[in-house]
């Protein structure tokens, strides 16, 4: 799919919300590190979304516990925080780690004091609601397989802006019932995201366990590199390693990836129904959804905001 302008594109129907709140901004000349950072906090700000920030679905012990991560594609600075608590958007905090010299990826009570001594707000990241459906987990937790496609999931968000820029962002609140301290694909440079301005950008959601054994969405953004569309560098990259993992015994659980060019064309890879938004130009937002069919998955348009 090329459109040739600004673009975005994010993970999930939620992402839709986070690109009505950045497209605006890339409409008059915004950096797409700001647009993505925008998008997301759109979703970390709202508590019907129950797999990133306020409104996360918690660990074992009952505590929201996030990762979030930031890359900009110019040159390639990174940021990142994992297994934070009590941070209100933790996309803001990557943002700002990336900017560091040293100290870019910060874990735990690190990440927290960080944010805490420069200003970022801090607060409770446990609902209500969440917290209701921690207690119903754990009288179910016994006869229960953890899966983090039951409705916990990360949103990522691609930006490119009208100078050519990229950035890419993503936000989760993990694995609901996780241990304590466990950390996704998300935070990881190279599985859970990767992007170069001059080439394009990738992006994944999924089970984090198995998206961390290879560094796909790097492996997209090389394939790119080499002249291949967005679709046909995720076919290459995703759909081999997926059979890789059959090859040798194991059981591949939920992969999915989104893509961007440099040039503004975009696609998808997924191995489960998958749905994601993307805007253009000035156009409105649109949600599509991905059905897995191979290596070729079907897409067709679900609504447009």
């Given amino acids: ?3 040739m302008s600004i673009t975005m594109i994010g993970t999930w129907e939620m992402a839709a919300t986070g690109l009505a709140a950045a497209m605006p901004q890339l409409q008059n000349d915004a950096w797409a590190g700001d647009a993505v950072v925008t998008a997301i906090k759109a979703v970390e700000d709202n508590p019907n979304f129950q797999s990133v920030g306020f409104g996360g679905l918690p660990n074992a012990a009952g505590i929201v516990e996030t990762d979030a991560a930031f890359m900009n ?4 600075r990174i940021g990142a925080v994992a297994g934070a608590r009590d941070i209100a958007n933790p996309i803001a905090v990557a943002q700002a780690l990336a900017q560091e010299p040293a100290n870019n990826l910060l874990v735990g009570t690190g990440a927290t004091e960080y944010a805490s001594t420069h200003g970022f707000v801090l607060k409770n990241m446990l609902t209500p609601k969440a917290a209701q459906k921690w207690t119903e987990k754990q009288k ?8 983090p496609y039951d409705g916990h999931d990360t949103v990522c968000m691609l930006a490119l802006d009208s100078q050519q820029r990229m950035a890419v962002g993503t936000s989760t609140s993990g694995l609901f019932m996780k241990r304590t301290g466990r950390v996704g694909d998300s935070p990881l440079p190279g599985a859970g995201y990767y992007v170069d301005s001059q080439i394009g950008g990738a992006a994944a959601t999924g089970m984090g366990e198995d998206i961390m054994k290879a560094s796909l969405s790097y492996e997209t953004v090389r394939l790119m590199g080499t002249g291949l569309s967005a679709t046909e560098a995720l076919r290459q990259a995703v759909y081999p390693f997926i059979a890789k993992l059959q090859d040798r015994g194991e059981k591949p659980r939920e992969f999915s990836y989104v893509a961007l060019r440099a040039d503004g064309d975009f696609g998808i890879a997924t191995n489960v129904p998958f749905p994601f938004a993307v ?3 000035d156009g409105p937002v649109q949600v599509y959804n991905a059905a897995p069919n191979g290596d070729h998955p079907i897409i067709t348009p679900l609504k447009t905001n």
Avoid at 140 to 147: G, H, T
């Fill in 73 to 76: 594609g110019d040159n390639f």
């Fill in 140 to 147: 179910q937790l016994a006869n229960s397989e953890l899966n």
């Fill in 279 to 281: 805007a253009q130009a």
């Fill in 1 to 3: 799919m090329i459109v």
